[in-house]
Each structure stands twice: as C-alpha cells, then as structure tokens.
C-alpha cells in the first residue's frame, strides 16, 4: 500500500488512504487488543456523537462509556479526558471489558493535529517561526508516514493497562516504550529515517517535556530512572549556563557579534554556541572522571559519571537534531556516552535502585506511624489485648500500675511485637515486611522517648 497522498485530495484513488485511516493502520498494526476509535472532532452534541460512534463499534458499549465522562479517565501520560478535543492524538490507559472481552480505546487525531506540518509546529511553537519552518522541511516523510508512525506509538500504549497514575519517571518509561515499539515497526517496514526524525523531534522537546524525553535511552538497555528525568528536564539550563561561562560574549561584540545571552548566541551563531557548550561538557567530564579514579568505590563519585553521561546524551541529542532538523546538516547518529564499563553504571544503578526502594519504604513507614504504628495506637492495641494474669502482680487493668510498671510493660510488649514483626520478616523477606519493621522500629524509638521523657518529668517532680 502506498502511503503517498495526492496534491489534490479529491484526487482518490485505490492507492490513496485518508490520514486518519493511517492512524489507525498504525494503531492496530502495534495493539494487541481489539481498538474502538473514536473521532474528537465530533462538533454538535459531542458526548452523544462519540457514543453512538463507540456503540456502533462495539454493540453494548454504551453501558461502559459513561465513565468515559463521569469517571476521571486518563491517556498514558495522565491528562484528564475532560476535554476530548484538548487532546491530540491519545488513547485511555484503560480498558473496556464488553461480554468479558477488553477492548482498547484510540482518539482519531483532532483536526489540529493530522498532518506532519501541525506535528512539526506542535513542537518548535517554543521556537522562532523560521526555525520552524526549517525543521518542517528538513524532516522526512509524508502526512501518512507521520500519522502511522505516532499510531504505532499510541498501539503500543495499548499493550498494557493500568489505572493507577503513574509518576514522572513511570510515565518516561512507558513512552520509551511506546517509542521503541514505534520504531521497531517503522524499521521493519524500511522506515528508518523516520525513527530519526522521530528521534530529534523528541530531543527538541526534551526540556520543555521531560516525561517524552526519550531519545537517550531508545534503542538502549539502560534503567531509566529519576536521575534520566531530571537530567532531561534540565539539560537545557546547563547548557545554557556552561555557554554563559565558556563563551567571550564581550569580545563577540568586539567582533560585531549582536547575542548577549546564550539562546541568542544559538540563533546567531550556532556553532560558537555548541562549541561553548561542549566545552562546557567537557570540564565536566574531566571533573567527575579525575573524582572516580580518585576513589571508585564512593556512591557519589560513581552518581556524578552516571550523571554526566545522561547530561551529555541529553545536550548532544539536542545538538545533533538541531543541526540535522534546523540547519540541515547530515549528521551520523551518536552512540551514547559510555564514560565507565556498562557494568559498573548496573552496578550503581542497582544499589541507586535499592537505596531509592529503602528510602521509599522509610518514608511510607514513616508515614504509618501515625496510622498501623502509631506508638499510641499500637500502645491501646497491646495493653487491651494483654491478659492481665500473666502479670507478676495482681492487677486489673494498666491504671492499677504505677508509672514505672507501665513503661516496663510497654517496653516488655513492643519488645514482643518487634520479635513478632522480626519473625515475619525472617519467614517473608520482601521489601513490604521490611518496611513493617522499620515503622515498627520507629515506634519504639518514640516510645523510648515518651518513657525517657517520662522519667525526666517524674525527675523534675521528685
Ligand atoms: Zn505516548
């Protein structure tokens, strides 16, 4: 099938598809789901239109697509359906289940987002007009190819549901995701400068939508985590800076120069501005390289390489889909940054990984003191539980004790849950029981505090 289209659009013939059909070519050809799709544009009556749309898909629907407009229902990267005709093109993330059958639901593209030239714009509207011109006319491909292509993309979004929201560094790594999965078909029909341009579209945008930033790792094996987010989402503002340091803009001026700031300096004079940047990068290479062969084994030393390598993946990716898209030179892909073996980066990666699920776990624990663990709610729970013949003396309840009786007893049950909550850790070591224990430590501490406290009270009485 041929994905040209004629200048003229009544121009039909057997070989011509709308735009529209593309996209859902592509979305089907990457779905592992059957796909209702529906069209935002619908003018008068929308909620209605889009109904009778999705019902005459799949008959019975109906019954199911009010929450569509009743629930909050989300695309991928959590923009709220309210609005359908806000959205470009999107699908929800989750599925309808009609006679015990899921189905995955794609928005047709709005009329503002059908052709390759309102991608374009889509993404260089942070850009001077001439620059987004350029960028239309240095990318490749025709209407069709464009609205497949980001089918493909929206298809694979489909292969999984989840009705949670995600966070940043989730949504990052479902769109390389739906990326790779776009570009793994688009190659395998030949289409390989068109993963490319894909690629630069989104190293353009990297800073101003770093949860789409995934240019550095496609193609790649590498964890993407918090670090690769907030080294997309500010790569921009190094760069900027490094340029402001490493770039004579008094002696630019000498020499006719008009820029005074970085960003100027990059419409003026593009390769003074990637020259200042780079050797921006470059001293910050040589910086975290001289502080990891000083001493390899410091989590610092081994965070500021994995570091500066997404740093400089980030700005080159930038760099390199500027010249190619803006100025249109033929600039070969860059491998990545590989400042230390792969296997000492897994390394860092996997305690950086473990130490982030400890600290996550910490702060929850921390957070279920004052719910499951709370000294004070877990102090009722075991001295109401407490059989009171088993204590040495005759009592019947805790305000029989005298003060130094309770805070023996207290610590005499918090010792038992610990051993308890121990145990269960021992006998089911997951990250969850791990947790258990530290909220549980924690309460223990607070209780030693209130009984220390206690005692400096009673002191002060005495
Ligand atoms: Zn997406």
Redesign the pocket.
């Known amino acids: 099938m041929s994905d040209s289209e004629p200048e003229n659009k009544n121009e039909h013939n057997r070989f011509w598809i709308s735009r529209d059909e593309a996209y859902k070519i592509g979305v089907l050809e990457a779905s592992t789901y059957p796909v209702i799709f529906v069209d935002p544009d619908a003018k008068d009556g929308v909620v209605d239109q889009i109904k009778a749309q999705m019902e005459s898909q799949v008959p019975g629907l109906v019954a199911s697509i009010e929450e569509i407009f009743n629930k909050k229902l989300h695309?991928?990267?959590g923009k709220p359906v309210s609005d359908i005709r806000e959205l470009a093109t999107?699908?929800l993330k989750e599925r309808f289940v009609v006679d015990g059958k899921e189905y995955g639901l794609a928005f047709l593209p709005t009329e503002q987002f059908d052709s390759k030239k309102e991608i374009v714009e889509s993404f260089t509207k942070n850009l001077a007009s001439n620059i987004s011109r350029a960028v239309y006319e240095n990318m490749p491909g025709t209407n069709n190819d464009w609205m497949r292509y980001i089918g493909n993309?929206?298809g694979?979004?489909l292969q999984v549901s989840y009705t949670y929201p995600l966070s940043d560094v989730e949504i990052l790594i479902?769109?390389r995701r739906?990326?790779q999965g776009a570009a793994d078909l688009a190659r395998e029909r030949g289409q390989g400068e068109l993963v490319l341009a894909f690629k630069d579209r989104r190293s353009l945008l990297a800073f101003y939508d770093p949860t789409?930033a995934t240019t550095p790792v496609l193609d790649q094996n590498d964890q993407v985590t918090d670090m690769t987010f907030s080294m997309a989402e500010s790569f921009l503002f190094y760069s900027i800076i490094g340029v402001m340091e490493n770039f004579d803009f008094s002696l630019h001026k000498t020499n006719g120069g008009k820029a005074e700031k970085s960003l100027e300096l990059l419409s003026e004079d593009p390769d003074a501005y990637f020259e200042a940047s780079r050797k921006a990068l470059e001293l910050l290479k040589a910086k975290v390289m001289k502080d990891y062969n000083d001493d390899q084994t410091l989590l610092d030393n081994q965070r500021a390489v994995v570091e500066a390598q997404l740093r400089i993946d980030y700005q080159e990716g930038f760099e390199d889909a500027y010249r190619r898209r803006v100025l249109g030179q033929d600039i070969p892909e860059r491998e990545p940054t590989q400042l230390i073996p792969q296997k000492a980066e897994d390394a860092y990666l996997a305690k950086k990984e473990l130490h982030d699920k400890m600290r996550h776990l910490e702060e929850a624990a921390g957070r279920n003191v004052t719910t499951e663990f709370s000294s004070y709610k877990l102090k009722e729970e075991l001295i109401e539980n407490y059989d009171w013949s088993s204590y040495p003396r005759k009592v019947e309840e805790y305000d029989d004790l005298t003060l130094d009786e309770r805070n023996n007893l207290k610590r005499y049950l918090f010792l038992e849950k610990r051993a308890e909550v121990v145990e269960d850790f021992k006998n089911n070591p997951s990250l969850e029981s791990f947790g258990r224990a530290v909220g549980l430590q924690k309460a223990i501490r607070s209780i030693e505090y209130n009984i220390n406290s206690d005692r400096s009270l009673k002191g002060k009485n005495c």
């Open positions: 695309t991928p990267s999107s699908v993309h929206e694979t979004h479902e769109e739906a990326d789409h």
